[in-house]
C-alpha cells in the first residue's frame, strides 16, 4: 500500500450535481421537494419524498435508471482509478445515501476501488419503496458538532477512520464542496491535504481563516483539475517516502516542475 488513504465527498466531486436533487428534478417533484424544505431536516424530507414518489406509482427501477444518467466529468473515474492503481485506500464519506452511492458507482464500473462508503442508509422494504434513514440517529441522541447537520457529522467519521489506522505514516487526502466537508478539513492534520472544491461553500468557509485547517490545501475546480491535483499530491507523497511515480492516463504523465508549477498554488495562510 502507498500510505495514502484518499476520502472522497460524493455529490459534486465524484457526480457533478446533487444526487438528491437529481433524482427529484428529474422525476418532476421538484415544487413538492421545495414546498416540504422549510418544515424538515434534509435527511428526514428525503425519506418523505420516497415514499411520495412511491405513492404515486415510481418504482426503484426508475429511481434507477435516472441515478444511471447522472452527469460527471470525464476525467473524474480515471483520477479514481489512478489513485486506485497507485495503492490508495479509497473511501467515501458523504451526506447522500448508500443507495443512490452504491446503485451508480456500480453503474459506473467503479465501486470496487471503495474500501468503504460512510453515508446515510439507504434500503428498499418489504413494500418497494426506498427508504433514507440518518447516519447518525438524531432522534435517540445529538452527535454534537454545531458545524453539521443533524444526521451526519464527517469530521467524526473521519476521526474515526484514523482512529481506526494504526500506521503513523499514513497521510490523507480529502475531497470535498459542500458545508459539510468544512468539519471534517478541521480533523486533517499538518501532514495531510484538504481539496476543496473552488468557489464552493467549503472553499468560501475555508477561505475565511485558512489557519484553522493544519492540513495543506490544493483547491480545484472540475473534473479535469481535481485528477491533476490528485495525481500531483499522490506523486509528491510517494516521492517524500522514496517510492517510484505513479502516472495517470491525464496529460500530465510525469509531472514535469513545469506541469506543477501550472497547477493551482496553495492557498495561502493569511497573517
Not at 497507485?86 to 471503495?114: M, P
Amino acid at each position: 500500500m502507498s500510505g495514502i488513504v484518499v476520502v472522497f465527498d460524493f455529490d459534486k466531486t465524484i457526480v457533478d450535481v446533487d444526487s438528491d436533487n437529481w433524482v427529484i428534478d428529474e422525476l418532476g417533484f421538484t415544487d413538492l421537494f421545495n414546498q416540504l424544505l422549510p418544515t424538515m431536516p434534509w435527511n428526514t424530507l428525503m425519506d418523505t419524498m420516497m415514499m411520495e414518489l412511491h405513492s404515486k406509482g415510481k418504482t426503484i427501477n426508475d429511481i434507477e435508471e435516472v441515478l444511471q444518467k447522472i452527469p460527471l466529468h470525464p476525467r473524474v473515474i480515471p483520477a479514481i482509478k489512478a489513485a486506485h492503481d497507485s495503492g490508495c485506500d479509497l473511501r467515501i464519506v458523504s451526506d447522500a445515501n448508500t443507495f443512490f452511492i452504491e446503485t451508480i458507482l456500480k453503474h459506473l464500473g467503479i465501486r470496487e476501488y471503495f474500501s468503504e462508503i460512510n453515508t446515510n442508509p439507504g434500503y428498499v422494504n418489504e413494500e418497494g419503496r426506498l427508504r433514507i434513514l440518518p447516519y447518525h440517529d438524531f432522534n435517540k441522541a445529538s452527535h454534537g458538532c454545531s458545524l453539521c447537520p443533524p444526521n451526519m457529522c464527517k469530521g467524526l467519521v473521519i476521526e474515526r477512520i484514523q482512529d481506526s489506522i494504526s500506521e503513523e505514516n499514513k497521510r490523507f487526502i480529502y475531497l470535498g464542496d459542500g458545508v459539510g466537508d468544512y468539519c471534517p478539513s478541521l480533523r486533517l492534520k499538518e501532514k495531510d491535504f484538504m481539496m476543496p472544491r473552488k468557489n464552493f461553500p467549503v472553499w468560501d468557509l475555508i477561505c475565511k481563516d485558512p489557519s484553522l485547517v493544519k492540513a495543506e490545501i490544493h483547491g480545484w475546480s472540475d473534473g479535469e483539475e481535481l485528477e491533476q491535483v490528485l495525481v500531483y499530491l499522490i506523486n509528491k507523497i510517494s516521492t517524500d517516502q522514496n517510492s517510484p511515480f505513479i502516472s495517470s492516463d491525464c496529460k500530465l504523465q510525469t509531472l514535469s516542475v513545469s506541469a506543477m508549477e501550472a497547477l493551482p498554488k496553495v492557498l495561502p495562510v493569511r497573517p
